[in-house]
């Protein structure tokens, strides 16, 4: 109910678990707005959940669980599945490069994920995005220290995007998923959003970082 006022009012939202996951939903919302082109990929994408946020003409959903893929392309039968490791995937020389990469709520937070391989991973992301594309991804803090990945990842895509908008967040991270708090969670990302020292609650909760590199060099 509140949901699809939300929806009225907003259009097409995600609203997560707590405030924090639906500030990332805002930001993945907000920025793919402007990232447009032929192929957008969904690394790690489950169930497709995000999809409703991208422009691009096709939509690639890869992930290793073909319950949630199938799922997905119950809702969104113009998607495309690819139910392979993203690590494969992105091997695949055949494969035409994509426009946008996106990867979220995987690396540093799925326990199914190989932490350890999170940086080379990033790389193979650069690497397989096409000249002019875009990459988001979030990092969470499980297996990963965010303060080191951030730095190496600075030097690393050094010169190598137009812009690159890094935002810690992690803040009001308690998981409810009564809908009684959807409201509450939405506006709390909203003043999170709009005040950034409450996305990290004054530096005090930095669990997530929130990566978008923008039109590859
Ligand atoms: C928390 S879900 C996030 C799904 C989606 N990105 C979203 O925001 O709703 C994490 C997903 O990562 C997938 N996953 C984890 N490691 C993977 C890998 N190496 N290759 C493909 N999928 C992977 C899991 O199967 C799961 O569907």
Redesign the pocket.
Known sequence: MIKNILKSLFGPI?IGVNSSKTL??LW?KKDLKKINGDIGV?????????KKFFHTRKYIC????LE?LNKGLFNNKDAIIIN??????MMNTEQQKPNLI??????G??????HT?TKE?IEMMFNFLEKDGSLIFNLGNFHLDLTKIEKELKQYFNGKFKTININYYGFLNKTSSNPNYHFSKFLFAILMDIFPPLRTFFGLQKNNIYFNCYKKL
């Open positions: 995600r990332l939903f993945l969904d690394l790690a994408g489950g169930s497709m959940l995000n890869v992930d290793l669980n949630k392979d490791k993203i690590e494969n995937f996106v990867c979220v709520q995987t690396m937070i799925n326990s199914k994920f190989d391989k991973i």
